[in-house]
Structures are given as structure tokens and as C-alpha cells.
């Protein structure tokens, strides 16, 4: 049996107030697992915890993460900077506060590929080239001249998820990346994130409040409740959960959970299968 890729077990918060408890997860190679939970959950603490980012925040962390076996919490902060990026990769939810209006994309993009790679600017033109297109974003020089501010928001979170697959990472962490898109362009992102994750690509975990993404685009589902993880489910078991943090997160599906279940049982595969056909 393959190791996991990511492992963790934690106990973090701040201060004086632990905010996850014994959480403890795992995630295999090319799985897309989601990770849900209401608000105040502990959700961005995780998230701050498996990237190394905690101290920065004023946090504190007991326990393990590992990715591919190697504990990352012994980790310095300059070998954590080598892993963020390249092995493990963030598409944060807001693009508006993820890139900075003071730089063009073209700026965003060279100073992602010179964090982790030699200057080679034909290699860097190639490369930036083939992940705005698996985006369906243009790579023309002027595309690439305008700043994140006239471009649309369906656009800038395009031109994250093209940033956090720049060096190829083994895992991407996607933090409530459709929450500020109208639903159109939530499921065009729904269904990118599947075509570019999976079992022949990265692993996904994507954390979300909206159960209805997860559904659509994950399997299984982890349920975040009081700083544990309560429940790994598949979206079918999901269904018949009692508890009561899966409750709360089920009463806020727009139609009833056997509905959504018998159109996107398949949801992943019928994503991807879409996708390659525009």
C-alpha cells in the first residue's frame, strides 16, 4: 500500500485557546478531499498549520505534518518557503487581496517561478504559457501587461489556480476558492479544479463552508466540527450522517441531498469529461 501523502495530527491554536483538538486526517495521492465545516470551525487554522504559517500568526502547533513522510514541523522557515509553492500550493480564496494591484500578471507570474527555479526566461515563457492555457487564459503580451484590477474575478481566480500549478506542486490546497464568484463562474472553476486534480495529476484539498462544491467535486468529504474531524465520509454516506455538524451543513443545500446525489454521484469524472470537450 502507498503511504499517504499528507498526514496530519495536530493539536494548534493561539495563545491560551487551542482551536484544533486532536485533529488527525489523511490524504492519499491524486485524492480530492474536501474538507467542510460551518464558521469558526477551524478551518483557516488548518490550513495555517499544514503550510507552516502559524508563528507568523501568533499561533501555536503540537504535533506532526507530513508530506510524503517528511515531518514538516521541524521544518526552518527557509526550507518551508522551498516547499511552499513547489510541493504543496495555495489558491486562495480572494483574488482580490491574493494579487497585488501594483503589479501586472507577467510580474506575478516571474516572481512565482523565480521562488523556486534558475533564471531561464525561455523556460519561464514556455511554462507560463502552458498554464495559462490549461486555464483557458490567454498568454499574449497584453493579457499579461494588465494588472488584477481590469481583469474579472472569474479571470483572477483563473490566474491563481494558473500560479499555484506554475511548479507542478503534489498537493494544492484550494481555500473557498469559488466563494466570491457568481455561480456561473463557479462551476467553470468546479470543473478546472477537477480536470486539473486527481488520480493522474495533484492531490486536492479543498476546504469549504458551500457542502454543494464539495459534493460536486470531492470525494470523500472530512466534516470539520469544534476542531476535530468528526467524519470522513463519501457523499453518499454523507447523506445518511447523524451527526449533527453534517446536519447543519446539509440544511443549507438548495434542494434536498438525494437530488444532488443522483446528478453528481459522477460529478468528477462528468466534470472532466465536459471540460475536454470546449
Known amino acids: 500500500m502507498t503511504d499517504p501523502l499528507l498526514e496530519v495530527s495536530i493539536r494548534a491554536g493561539y495563545r491560551d485557546h487551542a482551536v484544533l483538538q486532536d485533529l488527525a486526517f ?15 470551525a477551524g478551518k483557516s487554522t488548518l490550513l495555517l498549520a499544514i503550510l507552516g504559517l502559524l508563528p507568523g500568526r501568533n499561533g501555536w502547533l503540537r504535533g506532526s505534518v507530513k508530506l510524503e513522510q517528511q515531518e514538516l514541523t521541524t521544518l526552518s522557515q527557509s526550507r518551508l518557503r522551498i516547499i511552499r509553492g513547489r510541493s504543496i500550493a495555495l489558491i486562495p480564496q480572494s483574488p482580490a ?28 515563457k514556455l511554462r507560463i504559457e502552458e498554464v495559462l492555457s490549461s486555464v483557458g487564459m490567454p498568454s499574449h503580451p497584453d493579457f499579461l501587461r494588465r494588472r488584477s484590477t481590469e481583469i474579472s474575478v472569474g479571470q483572477a481566480q483563473r490566474v491563481l489556480i494558473a500560479l499555484a500549478i506554475l511548479h507542478r506542486p503534489k498537493l494544492i490546497i484550494a481555500d473557498e476558492p469559488t466563494s466570491a464568484l457568481d455561480p456561473l463562474a463557479r462551476m467553470e472553476i468546479l470543473k478546472l479544479l477537477a480536470e486539473l486534480t486527481g ?18 467535486l470531492c470525494d470523500p468529504i472530512a466534516v470539520l466540527d469544534s476542531g476535530r474531524v468528526t467524519e470522513i465520509l463519501s457523499p453518499v454516506e454523507i447523506a ?3 451527526s449533527q455538524a453534517a446536519r447543519r451543513l446539509l440544511e443549507s443545500l438548495p434542494v434536498p441531498l438525494e437530488l444532488l446525489l443522483e446528478h453528481w454521484a459522477q460529478a468528477p469524472s462528468a466534470i472532466r469529461s465536459r471540460a475536454q470537450q470546449q
Do not use: C
Open 97 to 124: 487581496s491574493a494579487l497585488s494591484p501594483a503589479l501586472s500578471l507577467a510580474a506575478h507570474f516571474r516572481e512565482a517561478w523565480r521562488a523556486h527555479e534558475e533564471a531561464n526566461d525561455a523556460k519561464m
Open 199 to 216: 488520480p493522474e495529476a495533484s492531490a486536492l484539498l479543498y476546504v469549504s463552508h458551500d457542502i454543494l462544491s464539495v459534493l460536486t
Open 26 to 40: 489523511s490524504l492519499n495521492h491524486g485524492q480530492r478531499l474536501g474538507l467542510v465545516g460551518v464558521s469558526g
Open 240 to 242: 445518511r450522517s447523524q
